[in-house]
Each structure stands twice: as C-alpha cells, then as structure tokens.
C-alpha cells in the first residue's frame, strides 16, 4: 500500500462549479464550430479533413475529467478511489480560484477541486519532478 499525500472529498466543489464548468465547456464547442463554418466558407471542405485532425491532436478536450474523490500518492493520483492517474514530467499545471488544472500539450485533461489548490499544486510538482 503506498502513502497517500493528500486525500480529498470535492463532490460539493465539483457540484457548486457545475454552471461555469457547462458554460465554459459549451462556449468553446460553440467557438470550434464557428470557426470550422467560416473555414469551410473560406477554403471548401478540404479543410475539414484539416480540421478533424487538428481537433483529435491540438484542440482542447471539451470536457475534462473531473474526479468526485481523489488521492495523490507518490506515484499516481487515484481517481474516484478505482482508476490511476501517472502523473507525467510533460504535464503542466494551471492553479485557479478553488482547482487545479492539468494539461497535456494544449488540452485540460483533469481538474482536481480543492479548497487549497496551491498545496495541490506545490504536491504535484514534487511528484513530476519539478519541485
């Protein structure tokens, strides 16, 4: 068994954010299908072979995962108490207001609530190595 870091119960964060995380989630699909509509007027639809590609390599995930509960170890981060989470040295972080982001390339690919997310923020960096 190995040490927990940190353990943290979110499901009220996650849930008081759930407005602001929909809004935002949602105005970036609107955002993509707008500028796909003015690309294909533009350039024909070619470019939507060019788009698709760029949405599956660069473009961010519209919904990020977003854990109830969450464990740092060491190691990982245990996610809902069942799936592992390896933390990479590639990753980068981003602290908000009460989460912490964790992008890869250009897309948020998690988001831990916290009521400290810079003691988050501080774990996670030791753990990649950038400490």
Do not use: C, W
């Not at 979110?10 to 299908?33: A, H, P, Q, T």
């Amino acid at each position: 068994m190995e040490d927990i870091l940190i353990e943290e119960d979110v499901s009220d964060l996650k849930r008081s954010d759930r407005k602001n995380r929909y809004i935002d989630y949602f105005s970036r699909m609107v955002f993509e299908g707008m500028v796909l509509i003015l690309l294909t007027l533009f350039l024909g639809y070619y470019i939507l072979l060019g788009y698709f590609l760029a949405l599956i390599i660069f473009l961010p995930l519209p919904i990020p995962r977003v854990p109830d509960h969450y464990e740092i170890t060491p190691k990982h981060i245990v996610l809902n108490k069942d799936k592992q989470f390896r933390v990479k040295r590639s990753y980068r972080l981003e602290t908000g207001n009460k989460h912490v982001s964790i992008y890869s390339m250009h897309r948020e690919i998690l988001r831990l609530y916290s009521e400290d997310p810079k003691k988050i923020a501080e774990t996670l960096h030791e753990i990649m190595g950038k400490g």
